[in-house]
């Protein structure tokens, strides 16, 4: 059974920066692409950046481009997020997801291509 832990989440000052961490277990997850997503309150969840199984591709909301960057070591079984410029309008709970086929980066943006969720870590950015 495939377990995603993330942790890294807290409160923090807007203009300053955080990482998150998804601890991945029980699955190969050299061989799936990744991604984030976060979800406001009273809003739907949305796609924040994904990942190739090997690192090569990279993808990112247009709201963080440039201020997140998404990583991985497949040595280590974990996915990162490092978000710098932080704004208030980024507080949500970050969750980290397994795309549902190795191989695979089709529908990356889409929340239904992923089968394997994390709990999820809280952010908040105040102004």
């Known amino acids: 059974q495939v377990q995603l832990v993330e942790s890294g989440g807290g409160l923090v000052q807007a203009g300053g920066s955080l990482r998150l961490s998804c601890a991945s277990s029980?699955?190969?997850?050299?061989?799936?692409?990744m991604g984030w997503f976060r979800q406001a309150p009273g809003k739907e969840r949305e796609f924040v950046a994904a990942?190739?199984?090997?690192?090569?591709?990279?993808n990112y909301a247009d709201s963080v481009k440039g201020r997140f960057t998404i990583s991985r070591s497949n040595a280590k079984n974990t996915l990162y997020l490092q978000m710098n410029s932080l704004k208030p309008e980024d507080t949500a709970v970050y969750y980290c997801?397994?795309?549902?086929?190795?191989?695979?980066?089709?529908?990356?943006?889409?929340?239904?291509?992923?089968?394997?969720w994390g709990q999820g870590t809280q952010v908040t950015v105040s102004s």
């Open positions: 029980g699955g190969t997850f050299s061989t799936y692409a």
């Open positions: 990942m190739s199984w090997s690192g090569a591709n990279r």
């Open positions: 997801a397994r795309i549902h086929t190795p191989f695979d980066f089709n529908g990356y943006e889409k929340s239904s291509t992923y089968d394997y």
